[in-house]
């Protein structure tokens, strides 16, 4: 058996990131730069398990709907797997990313959807970290991880307006 390559090897922060498109829905974002922006959150985790779909309205509607009891779609959200108490394995879980959503709050926020994108990718895997914005406290933690996540991916403060 020959020796693998450093080329043929996958990128161990991504090797278990399945990106999955539903029927007819694409961002105008390449495949491999949701990949970067997803490996910027799982950085440091021991090879995780991830799925990203994005999805339609009509889907994030049923899911945001069925899981959240909310209603219209939303532009992301995350799903931590249901496993029985003492069970191990890197399953980190599942992100659901509503293209026409994100594609929408970019246009109206000022940004590109590429931006956008990162950031909403970014915060549905920090909830699946552990990261939430329940409380004021966590809002500012979870908001200062997004910043200096997007940071590394070459991205301003998706917070600041034009006031500050």
Known sequence: MPKPTKTSLPEPLTAGLVIEYAQGVKLPVEEDELRRFAAAALAGLEAPELTIRIVDADEGQQFNRHWRDGDGPTNVLSFEPALPAGVETPLLGDIVVCAPVVEREAQEQG???????????IHGILHLRGFDHISAEQAHEMEAEEIRLLKTLGFENPYMNDDE
């Open 111 to 121: 940004k590109t959807v590429r931006q956008h994108c990162a950031h909403m990718i």
